[in-house]
């Protein structure tokens, strides 16, 4: 199966300045990453996601980007807001492909935005 | 649409009693999942259903662990008898397939807070 790692496992930054998280994955025949983000006593929320024939996707503040050959992908996050303190997980299919809601999470990212 | 939801939104039970969790999916989605999530194991696949068909439970614990699906709208995960290591969030989420782009997207609902003592 796949196997996800994520790091950093906390992150610490001033409003305004940018947060990067990094993500890796084992299994080369995944082609969907997904980002998701947790807030305190909610379920994940999905923010952004790329598949494997982009190298980069952006949506407003948020962007992914994605490198097959080294098989890791990242969240940054631009002009960081308090609101955006919350945990984020990436994930990659459990058993690499498509994943089809199957799929194998990080371990996490307690991000804290200081006002 | 008032999202996927859960219940009850906490649990708290003795060792060896029977817990039932119920999820009912955004109307109109083919796709259920079950997961759970701790500290030390992160979030963690259960069982996912494709219209109503139990499809995947290999990542379920143990025989005390079962889940159903009646029907389109309504799951529960059940645990008999519970442990204290059944401590967790359960969350139940939901997708749709109608094009691969489309079916990755989950939707989670607010889980379930277990604590078993």
């Known amino acids: 199966g796949e196997n996800v790692e994520q790091h950093p496992s906390t992150l610490s930054v001033q409003e305004g300045d940018s947060a990067v998280i990094k993500c890796t994955y084992s299994d080369s025949a995944s082609n969907y990453f997904p980002w998701y983000k947790q807030e305190l006593g909610k379920g994940p929320q999905l923010i952004i996601d790329?598949?494997?024939?982009?190298g980069e996707k952006k949506d407003q503040r948020i962007a992914v980007t994605l490198n097959k050959t080294a098989k890791h992908f990242s969240l940054h996050i631009t002009e960081t807001q308090p609101e955006d303190s919350a945990v984020y997980f990436c994930a990659a299919p459990n058993r690499g492909g498509t994943s089809y809601g199957k799929l194998t999470f990080g371990q996490g990212t307690i991000l804290t935005v200081h006002p | 649409d008032a999202g996927v939801i859960q219940s009850p939104r906490h649990e708290v039970t003795e060792m060896g009693q029977e817990v039932t969790l119920r999820c009912k999916p955004i109307?109109?989605?083919?796709?259920l999942f079950w997961y759970r999530q701790t500290m030390m194991r992160g979030l963690e696949l259960l069982i996912y259903f494709n219209n109503n068909v139990p499809i995947d439970d290999s990542g379920m614990p143990e025989d005390r662990f079962s889940a159903k699906m009646p029907n389109a709208s309504f799951s529960t995960l059940k645990i008999q008898p519970s442990e204290p290591r059944d401590s967790a969030v359960y969350f139940c989420?939901?997708?749709?397939?109608?094009?691969?782009?489309?079916?990755?997207?989950?939707?989670f609902g607010s889980g379930t807070q277990l604590s078993v003592l």
């Open positions: 109307s109109g989605h083919d796709y």
């Open positions: 790329i598949r494997s024939n982009v």
């Open positions: 989420a939901s997708s749709l397939r109608r094009d691969r782009a489309t079916n990755e997207k989950l939707f």
